[in-house]
Nanobody, 121 residues
């Protein structure tokens, strides 16, 4: 499995970005988004089941971010609205073969290279 994240950039507070994660061999994989800010540990952002019917979000992004996937294109997305300076981080997509959606980074088997999101105040 190979993952390639893209779509990051610099945006003003209140703005939006749509991250993409293109992969190969993602059939059956649960997919997640994580982020890591400077000096902080990597944290869970969102996860989506293989079918796309189950999604879970960190409380800090609930109502502002939306995770989705297009299995025909082997791509997942993270639509980020109402961005805040606290959302500034490197965002990573990840894949797991776990049977249930999980928020634990240690459960993920494959990681993308990360894409930088910077939100200015």
């Amino acid at each position: 499995v190979q993952l390639q994240a893209s779509g990051g950039g610099l945006v003003q507070a209140g703005g939006s970005l749509n991250l993409s994660c293109a992969g190969s061999g993602l059939s059956g994989y649960i997919m997640g988004w994580f982020r890591q800010a400077p000096g902080k540990e990597r944290e869970f952002v969102a996860v989506i089941s293989w079918s796309g019917t189950l999604t879970y979000y960190a409380d800090s992004v609930k109502g502002r971010f939306t995770i989705s996937r297009d299995n025909a294109k082997n791509t997942i997305y993270l639509q980020m609205n109402s961005l805040k300076p606290d959302d500034t981080a490197v965002y990573y997509c990840a894949a797991t073969r776990k049977s249930r959606t999980t928020q634990e980074s240690g459960d993920y088997d494959y990681w993308g290279q990360g894409t930088q999101v910077t939100v200015s105040s």
